[in-house]
Structures are given as structure tokens and as C-alpha cells.
């Protein structure tokens, strides 16, 4: 239900922003509003877990999120919509938090590995039927229906929790770490806010550079806060781990260079060849079904590859898939041609999706499963909300560096700022219809399409190379014998114990 919504909204982004008469800055939110706090409470739901038990949390964030799908569905404006986004991150980090830590706590050895790869596989299933979904929803019944579909859902799903989840925690755990929530909460909350509102507050603005600052003070503070705590929410000592600090390079590759592209190929889809919501999600399985097998081929290769070898491949196929995108994109070449590199770009991330969970999770000790979850889904979070507002601020800058070159070649009047931004912000957001300029109306659509397709293309580019710096240095960081392949590590433990 956590992934479901993620991607659910993401084919509805331009049917949201027609009908609430929305900029993309304001679309921008309906996504980083979910998963802005969603990033931000996962470590803190992880030690809340630990300390008042998983099973209550699990049904806590069940509730949470349940409640405020339902005001989602009903928002008459953005900035109800957004707020409601925001609780709906709160819940799904207390359910995500306190299910991994669930899963940690009841299983050891190889019965983890299989556990976390089917959990994989779920999440694969979500991510797959996500954009089909939402398209679907959204065309035959409104955008309000992505959201309120959750309420039904959510009340089964909490009458299957209290039936079946045992409760269990941790009997060491001391109290709430306050000032580090706060902290980090805080300092998260203010950086993505600069970002998101640097391209039009611009990026030299006091009020960008106050925001930057203040993030920067805060997330100090938070490590300092942390250092000092007998317990702390996060153990820093981890990241002394190479094979740890490896694998949090790997989740955040993963996050910005290939689940962020959940949200922006359904804008590219529906911008560049007019594609309703339904038509776009559809064209979204060629990237989304590789999320839905490849866990399984993951599982498959770790009986005779290492967690490196397969987090590295899975990058560097994230890479190429992205590059492919690009040259796609930039070229104006078919729609096979797209599928192709969606479907690369799948496969890489299919192959990351259950191992990155694994690996980082297996260098922590099983009794803090609720650290070791909040830790691993905070590292993803937090990519993919820097991979959504960083990747967007390029998408904006250069869509409309693009707008302004093409408008002169194609000899068109010259356009005040205002009337530019609020083309680049229609068409970004993929509210072609918007563009309220009548004289030139279809030259400025054709233009801005156009825009668009070279803006996106950078942005793909960007993407590409972070996959592969991510690659690099989870090769670099993972120590192979750490992450032996299964059967291996099997044969090392019978020969430790015979010896």
C-alpha cells in the first residue's frame, strides 16, 4: 500500500495540476510532501517500534495513513492536498519502520534473505501496477479516487495486522531520541524546501541561501545530537563499515537514478506524445513489470554471486538504461526505441530493489532491526525526494533555458518573464492546456514541447551518471566476503563451527 501510493499519483501529476489550476512547483509538493516526512520519521518510527512495540506501530501508521487518504481524496485546493500528503508520509513511515523491523526480528539467516526478497517482490508488484492503476483510476473515475481506493484497503489491511502480526521489541530500548528527530526532521524539511523553490526564488536569493543555511545548521546539530546519546536513533559507527557505507551509496543510487524515474517518465509520456493518464501508465510497464520479476533473478544470483557483484551490475544496468533514455529522448527516436531503455533501466532497478535492503541490513545487529530499517528506508527516501527535487530543478532551468533559445530562432513575439515562467510552469507540470498566450497558443505548445523533450533528456543524463558514480563506489566501499554468496557463506559457517 506504501509503494502502491507512491506511484499511484504519479501518471494523475497533470490531471491534478488542470483541475486545481496548479503550478509545478505546487505537483512537485504532492509528490515531496509525501515523502519529504515519510524520509524524515522513518528513523524515528524505527526506534518508536523498538521501544512501544511493532505490531502498535504497524497498526498506528495503518490508521494515520488510512485517515488521511481519505482528506487527500477530498482536498479543494493544493495546499490541503499537500498537507494531507504530509500526514500520509507520516503513516507510511511508522507501518513501512515497524514491518521491516517485523520481518528483521522474525527471521535469521538464509530465512532473511528469503524474506526480504519476497518483501522485494511485493514492493516490485506495487511498483508495476502503480502507474496502470493510477492511469486507469484517474481516466474512468477522477484523481480523488487514487487516494480514497486506500481507505477500503487500509481498514482490511488493519483487521489482518491485528489477527496475524505478533507483537515483539526491544527490551534495551531507553528513551526517545527528541532532539534528533527534531533535528533531522528540521534540517531535511529545509533543504528540500530550498530546492524546490530555488528555481523560482532563484538559486543566489537570501531566501534560498537562509533555507540552505538553516538546513545545514540543523543537520549539524543532528549529528552532534547523535554523537553524544548513549543510544542514539543512528549508530554513526556504522558508516566505519565499508561494506555499509557501500551499500548506503547504493541505496541512494538506486533512489535517484532509477525509482525517481516513477514520477518523471509519466510527465515525459504524457508532455511529449500526448498520452491520456491511462495510455501513459500503460507505457509505463515496460519499466515498471523488470521491478515485479527481477528480485527473484536477485535471489537466484545470490546463491553463486556476491551482494557487491549484484549491486554493482544492477547500477551500472541502471546506467545504460538511463543513458539509452537519454539518446531517446534527445534524438525524437520511437516509442520501441523508449520501451527499450525503460525496460533497461527496470532491470537494473529490479535487481537493486531486494539487495540493497539485504545488504545494508545484514551488517547490523537483529536485536535493533527497527535502527537498522529506519536507517536502510530513510537512505532510500532520502534519495528519492533529493533525486525528485534536485532532477527537477534541472527539468525547470533547462526547459526553460531551451524555451527561451527556441521562442528567438522560431521569430516569436517576445514574451515578458511572467508570461515565460508560466508557460515553463504549465508545461513542466504537463498542463499544455494552460498556456493561455491565443496569438501564438499552438506555436508556444510546439515550442514548449519541444523544451520539455531537451529538458528531460539532461535530466536523464544527470541520472545516468549518478547511477554509474553509485556503481563505482559501491564496488569500491563492499567488501565481497561481507556479501559472499549464500551457499558460500553456508559452507564458511559449517567449517567455522566443525573447526
Given at each position: 500500500?506504501?509503494?502502491?501510493?507512491?506511484?499511484?499519483?504519479?501518471?494523475?501529476?497533470?490531471?491534478?495540476?488542470?483541475?486545481?489550476?496548479?503550478?509545478?512547483?505546487?505537483?512537485?509538493?504532492?509528490?515531496?510532501?509525501?515523502?519529504?516526512?515519510?524520509?524524515?520519521?522513518?528513523?524515528?518510527?524505527?526506534?518508536?517500534?523498538?521501544?512501544?512495540?511493532?505490531?502498535?506501530?504497524?497498526?498506528?501508521?495503518?490508521?494515520?495513513?488510512?485517515?488521511?487518504?481519505?482528506?487527500?481524496?477530498?482536498?479543494?485546493?493544493?495546499?490541503?492536498?499537500?498537507?494531507?500528503?504530509?500526514?500520509?508520509?507520516?503513516?507510511?513511515?511508522?507501518?513501512?519502520?515497524?514491518?521491516?523491523?517485523?520481518?528483521?526480528?522474525?527471521?535469521?539467516?538464509?530465512?532473511?534473505?528469503?524474506?526480504?526478497?519476497?518483501?522485494?517482490?511485493?514492493?516490485?508488484?506495487?511498483?508495476?501496477?502503480?502507474?496502470?492503476?493510477?492511469?486507469?483510476?484517474?481516466?474512468?473515475?477522477?484523481?480523488?479516487?487514487?487516494?480514497?481506493?486506500?481507505?477500503?484497503?487500509?481498514?482490511?489491511?488493519?483487521?489482518?495486522?491485528?489477527?496475524?502480526?505478533?507483537?515483539?521489541?526491544?527490551?534495551?530500548?531507553?528513551?526517545?531520541?527528541?532532539?534528533?528527530?527534531?533535528?533531522?526532521?528540521?534540517?531535511?524539511?529545509?533543504?528540500?524546501?530550498?530546492?524546490?523553490?530555488?528555481?523560482?526564488?532563484?538559486?543566489?536569493?537570501?531566501?534560498?541561501?537562509?533555507?540552505?543555511?538553516?538546513?545545514?545548521?540543523?543537520?549539524?546539530?543532528?549529528?552532534?545530537?547523535?554523537?553524544?546519546?548513549?543510544?542514539?536513533?543512528?549508530?554513526?559507527?556504522?558508516?566505519?563499515?565499508?561494506?555499509?557505507?557501500?551499500?548506503?551509496?547504493?541505496?541512494?543510487?538506486?533512489?535517484?537514478?532509477?525509482?525517481?524515474?516513477?514520477?518523471?517518465?509519466?510527465?515525459?509520456?504524457?508532455?511529449?506524445?500526448?498520452?491520456?493518464?491511462?495510455?501513459?501508465?500503460?507505457?509505463?510497464?515496460?519499466?515498471?513489470?523488470?521491478?515485479?520479476?527481477?528480485?527473484?533473478?536477485?535471489?537466484?544470483?545470490?546463491?553463486s554471486m556476491s551482494g557487491r557483484a549484484i549491486l554493482t551490475i544492477g547500477l551500472g544496468i541502471v546506467a545504460a538504461g538511463n543513458l539509452i533514455t537519454a539518446l531517446v529522448a534527445l534524438s525524437e527516436?520511437?516509442?520501441?526505441?523508449?520501451?527499450?531503455?525503460?525496460?533497461?533501466?527496470?532491470?537494473?532497478?529490479?535487481?537493486?530493489?531486494?539487495?540493497?535492503?539485504?545488504?545494508?541490513?545484514?551488517?547490523?545487529?537483529?536485536?535493533?532491526?527497527?535502527?537498522?530499517?529506519?536507517?536502510?528506508?530513510?537512505?532510500?527516501?532520502?534519495?528519492?525526494?533529493?533525486?525528485?527535487?534536485?532532477?527537477?530543478?534541472?527539468?525547470?532551468?533547462?526547459?526553460?533555458?531551451?524555451?527561451?533559445?527556441?521562442?528567438?530562432?522560431?521569430?516569436?513575439?517576445?514574451?515578458?518573464?511572467?508570461?515565460?515562467?508560466?508557460?515553463?510552469?504549465?508545461?513542466?507540470?504537463?498542463?499544455?492546456?494552460?498556456?493561455?498566450?491565443?496569438?501564438?497558443?499552438?506555436?508556444?505548445?510546439?515550442?514548449?514541447?519541444?523544451?520539455?523533450?531537451?529538458?528531460?533528456?539532461?535530466?536523464?543524463?544527470?541520472?545516468?551518471?549518478?547511477?554509474?558514480?553509485?556503481?563505482?563506489?559501491?564496488?569500491?566501499?563492499?567488501?565481497?566476503?561481507?556479501?559472499?554468496?549464500?551457499?558460500?557463506?553456508?559452507?564458511?559457517?559449517?567449517?567455522?563451527?566443525?573447526?
Amino acid at each position: 500500500m506504501i509503494m502502491l501510493d507512491s506511484n499511484i499519483v504519479a501518471v494523475s501529476l497533470p490531471t491534478i495540476a488542470r483541475d486545481l489550476d496548479a503550478s509545478f512547483t505546487d505537483i512537485e509538493w504532492v509528490v515531496s510532501a509525501y515523502i519529504l516526512p515519510f524520509a524524515a520519521f522513518l528513523m524515528p518510527a524505527g526506534a518508536l517500534a523498538d521501544r512501544f512495540g511493532r505490531r502498535r506501530m504497524l497498526l498506528a501508521g495503518m490508521f494515520l495513513f488510512t485517515a488521511a487518504s481519505f482528506l487527500c481524496g477530498l482536498a479543494p485546493n493544493a495546499v490541503v492536498l499537500n498537507a494531507a500528503r504530509g500526514l500520509q508520509g507520516v503513516g507510511s513511515a511508522i507501518q513501512l519502520s515497524a514491518a521491516l523491523a517485523v520481518l528483521g526480528h522474525s527471521f535469521r539467516g538464509t530465512e532473511r534473505a528469503r524474506a526480504f526478497a519476497f518483501w522485494g517482490t511485493l514492493v516490485g508488484v506495487a511498483v508495476a501496477i502503480g502507474p496502470l492503476v493510477g492511469g486507469f483510476i484517474t481516466s474512468a473515475f477522477g484523481w480523488r479516487w487514487a487516494f480514497l481506493v486506500n481507505v477500503p484497503v487500509g481498514i482490511v489491511l488493519m483487521a489482518i495486522g491485528i489477527s496475524s502480526v505478533d507483537e515483539s521489541s526491544d527490551p534495551r530500548a531507553q528513551k526517545l531520541d527528541v532532539a534528533g528527530m527534531t533535528f533531522f526532521g528540521g534540517g531535511l524539511l529545509s533543504l528540500v524546501w530550498g530546492l524546490i523553490t530555488a528555481n523560482v526564488d532563484g538559486w543566489g536569493s537570501n531566501s534560498t541561501l537562509v533555507k540552505f543555511s538553516v538546513a545545514a545548521g540543523l543537520l549539524l546539530c543532528y549529528v552532534i545530537a547523535e554523537l553524544v546519546q548513549k543510544r542514539p536513533m543512528v549508530d554513526f559507527s556504522l558508516f566505519r563499515r565499508r561494506t555499509f557505507l557501500g551499500s548506503s551509496f547504493a541505496m541512494l543510487g538506486f533512489a535517484s537514478a532509477a525509482q525517481v524515474m516513477m514520477t518523471y517518465l509519466p510527465l515525459y509520456l504524457q508532455n511529449s506524445f500526448g498520452f491520456n493518464p491511462a495510455l501513459a501508465g500503460l507505457n509505463m510497464l515496460p519499466f515498471a513489470l523488470p521491478l515485479f520479476f527481477l528480485p527473484r533473478v536477485g535471489a537466484i544470483l545470490a546463491h553463486s554471486m556476491s551482494g557487491r557483484a549484484i549491486l554493482t551490475i544492477g547500477l551500472g544496468i541502471v546506467a545504460a538504461g538511463n543513458l539509452i533514455t537519454a539518446l531517446v529522448a534527445l534524438s525524437e527516436a520511437s516509442l520501441k526505441l523508449l520501451w527499450v531503455g525503460m525496460l533497461i533501466t527496470g532491470c537494473g532497478a529490479g535487481l537493486l530493489n531486494g539487495e540493497t535492503t539485504k545488504v545494508s541490513m545484514s551488517v547490523i545487529p537483529p536485536e535493533r532491526s527497527g535502527m537498522a530499517s529506519g536507517i536502510g528506508g530513510t537512505l532510500r527516501f532520502v534519495g528519492l525526494v533529493l533525486g525528485i527535487t534536485c532532477l527537477g530543478a534541472i527539468l525547470t532551468s533547462e526547459t526553460r533555458r531551451q524555451f527561451i533559445m527556441a521562442a528567438t530562432n522560431k521569430g516569436l513575439p517576445p514574451l515578458d518573464g511572467k508570461t515565460i515562467e508560466l508557460v515553463i510552469s504549465h508545461i513542466v507540470a504537463g498542463d499544455t492546456v494552460g498556456i493561455s498566450v491565443p496569438a501564438v497558443r499552438d506555436q508556444l505548445i510546439f515550442v514548449a514541447r519541444n523544451s520539455f523533450r531537451l529538458g528531460f533528456s539532461s535530466v536523464l543524463f544527470v541520472a545516468a551518471a549518478v547511477a554509474a558514480i553509485s556503481a563505482t563506489l559501491t564496488y569500491l566501499l563492499v567488501d565481497a566476503r561481507e556479501t559472499a554468496p549464500q551457499s558460500r557463506s553456508r559452507q564458511s559457517e559449517t567449517i567455522s563451527v566443525e573447526g
